[in-house]
């Protein structure tokens, strides 16, 4: 029963949804946020690893176009609510980056087999996430997460995830540090993820960070998708954006750090799913460092490209099986240029 919990939630839970959203309750609703657990929230450098082994430490390699990614995803962010709702933040984006508003997403566009699509550049039927909650006993996603790919080049990465079921995500050795909630009905506002990222980047330098913002599901699914809670929750996701930005700016230097804003799905009523278009088209948003600004994107994008532009910007070709493929025409002739010396084993300079 609890694993459909997230998609029942109704009427009396309403007021009190209505409340978090409005106040940023901390830790989730209905859902308390669950005690820390040192092996299931965190882990990070210091700890060992998922097996007990040692931490490993990065030796500060260099990427190609830039040595710091930020992939935000915006659980159940429609594109068509980023100016319908003035955005502020996703539309300087959009003004100064290169984008689509018509991106689309895996079927089922669910947010677990969605997000396992979008960080491991292949369908479902590849990576085996079908399932769209978190399965003891299931552990962890057959193939390899982008993370894992940069980690093996000695980048540091790391996970901001608000919602349980990511832990399938979680590969052994692949994050630096992770965290989300512990409880199966668990999930966290972006005022518990966001600040914890934060705090992170004011002691550590990732080069590939991940943070999930859950905010316009949540109202999706209480309220309804595009209704005045849903507004609001969009606004609160946008806002969780700037704030992860303004960090950024602070750790890595402004205009030094490259950014993809995208979605696991869309919705429509209290619900998604579906092969509907209002379901299975997301935004796709590249900003910073390197990218094309004010770019209209005219290719036709898919989320398993996500992983391929965030690895491609640290010079790492994907995999061959991937599905996806990096979305070049984002980003500057020199940005391109500055990716085909590092994959041809040049010193990738174009850029610094
Ligand atoms: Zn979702
Ligand atoms: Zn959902």
């Known amino acids: 029963m609890l694993k459909r919990f997230h998609h029942r939630i109704r009427g009396g839970f309403g007021a009190i949804a209505l409340v978090a959203l409005f106040t940023g309750g901390a830790g989730g609703v209905p859902d308390k946020a669950p005690a820390p657990d040192p092996r299931s929230t965190c882990c990070c450098r210091d700890c060992p690893d998922e097996n007990g082994g040692p931490a490993t430490s990065s030796a500060h390699p260099v990427g190609a176009v830039s040595d710091h990614v930020i992939v935000i995803s915006i659980d159940g962010l429609r594109p068509d609510a980023i100016e319908k709702y003035g955005a502020k933040t996703l539309q300087r984006l959009i003004r100064e980056g290169a984008y689509t508003l018509e991106a689309q997403t895996i079927y089922p566009s669910k947010t677990l087999p969605s997000h396992t699509s979008m960080l491991t550049g292949v369908p479902p039927e590849v990576h085996g996430i079908a399932f769209n909650d978190r399965q003891e006993g299931s552990g962890v996603v057959r193939v390899p997460t982008m993370f894992e790919l940069a980690k093996a080049r000695g980048f540091s990465t790391a996970a901001f995830f608000s919602k349980a079921k990511f832990h399938h995500l979680v590969r052994p050795g692949s994050l630096d540090y992770w965290q989300g909630p512990s409880s199966n009905i668990g999930h966290w506002m972006a005022t518990r993820t966001v600040p914890d990222a934060v705090d992170y980047m004011k002691h550590e330098r990732p080069n590939l960070m991940f943070v999930h913002v859950g905010e316009p599901d949540f109202a999706g699914h209480t309220f309804g ?65 390197g990218v094309q600004a004010g770019m209209a994107l005219s290719d036709s994008i898919r989320t398993m490209d996500t992983a391929a532009t965030a690895l491609w910007v640290l010079g790492i070709a994907e995999p061959e099986s991937w599905a996806g493929r990096p979305v070049a025409s984002a980003y500057t002739p020199e940005a391109r240029l500055a990716v085909e010396q590092a994959l041809s084993g040049a010193p990738a300079a174009a850029l610094r």
């Open 225 to 289: 998708w595009m209704s005045f809670a849903y507004k609001w929750a969009v606004k609160r996701a946008d806002g969780a954006v700037d704030t992860v930005l303004k960090a950024a700016d602070k750790t890595y230097g402004r205009g030094n750090y490259t950014v993809i804003v995208t979605s696991d799905h869309g919705g429509h009523d209290r619900d998604h799913g579906s092969d509907d278009p209002r379901d299975m088209t997301i935004p796709w948003i590249a900003w910073g460092k």
